[in-house]
């Protein structure tokens, strides 16, 4: 398992003001981030899928990727990855990870990313995905985590929620991401990213019964 994957998942007693349960992971600078990453994409959520991990056990949902520049790695630009998160939903029966980052199909994102497998995961549960979202014709990337930290001080341990980052251009983000993982910018990029971001969205979740 991955060693931020493994930080996950905390449940709040003793170190909360009150009763509570939330997921604690460490919290990551940018950089930081893209350091701790094997696999930096951007690119479509091209299907989300939930599946039992054994009939009427555990449910995870499996998320193929299509990839339209990566940032850190080695997938090809219209390649595909998978990426694995737990808990879902199929039918009435759902198991969720509190504050684990939601996948829509259709929607673009930047994912950072470890293996596990043929599969990946984010680097911390509810930190690993950047929402893409246009507006006035613009597109932007916004980072609003559900997920916690524990902040330790001479008086005790304190969980904080781990704060948004202000929206950034999508170009800018790029070119930040691609400083801390030395890959330079293609060439095309004003145009290239163009039809993408022009595509509609679905909102369809596929899910197996």
Same mark, same amino acid.
């Given at each position: 398992m991955?060693?931020?994957?493994?930080?996950?998942?905390?449940v709040?007693?003793?170190?909360?003001?009150?009763?509570?349960?939330?997921?604690?992971?460490?919290?990551?600078?940018l950089?930081?981030k893209?350091?701790?990453?094997?696999?930096?994409?951007?690119?479509?959520?091209?299907?989300?899928?939930?599946?039992?991990?054994?009939?009427g =056990?555990? !449910?995870?949902? +499996?998320?193929?990727?299509?990839?339209? /520049?990566? &940032?850190?790695?080695?997938?090809?630009?219209? $390649? *595909?990855?998978?990426?694995?998160?737990?808990?879902?939903?199929?039918?009435?029966?759902?198991?969720?990870?509190?504050?684990?980052?939601?996948?829509?199909?259709?929607?673009?994102?930047?994912?950072?990313?470890?293996?596990?497998?043929?599969?990946?995961?984010?680097?911390?549960?509810?930190?690993?995905?950047?929402?893409?979202?246009?507006?006035?014709?613009?597109?932007?990337?916004?980072?609003?985590?559900?997920?916690a930290?524990?902040?330790?001080?001479?008086?005790?341990?304190?969980i =904080?929620? !781990?704060?948004? +980052?202000?929206p950034?251009?999508?170009? /800018?983000? &790029?070119?930040?991401?691609?400083?801390?993982? $030395? *890959?330079?910018?293609?060439?095309?990029?004003?145009?290239?990213?163009?039809?993408?971001?022009?595509?509609?969205?679905?909102?369809?979740?596929?899910?197996?019964?």
């Open positions: 991955p060693r931020l994957w493994l930080a996950g998942l905390l709040l007693g003793s170190l909360a003001a009150r009763p509570a349960t939330a997921t604690v992971v460490k919290s990551l600078t950089e930081e893209t350091k701790a990453s094997s696999l930096v994409v951007f690119g479509r959520v091209a299907s989300v899928e939930a599946v039992w991990e054994k009939p =056990s555990s !449910i995870k949902t +499996m998320v193929t990727f299509e990839v339209t /520049e990566t &940032l850190k790695g080695k997938v090809s630009a219209g $390649g *595909k990855v998978i990426v694995r998160r737990s808990g879902g939903r199929i039918g009435a029966k759902e198991h969720r990870i509190e504050g684990a980052s939601t996948y829509e199909r259709g929607e673009l994102a930047v994912l950072f990313l470890e293996p596990v497998g043929a599969e990946y995961v984010e680097v911390g549960v509810g930190i690993g995905k950047y929402e893409v979202r246009t507006k006035d014709g613009e597109p932007y990337v916004r980072f609003e985590p559900s997920v930290e524990l902040r330790m001080s001479p008086s005790g341990g304190k =904080s929620p !781990i704060q948004s +980052m202000t950034l251009k999508l170009a /800018e983000f &790029l070119d930040r991401v691609r400083a801390f993982s $030395g *890959k330079k910018a293609p060439s095309s990029e004003p145009t290239k990213y163009r039809p993408l971001l022009a595509a509609p969205q679905h909102r369809r979740v596929a899910v197996r019964r």
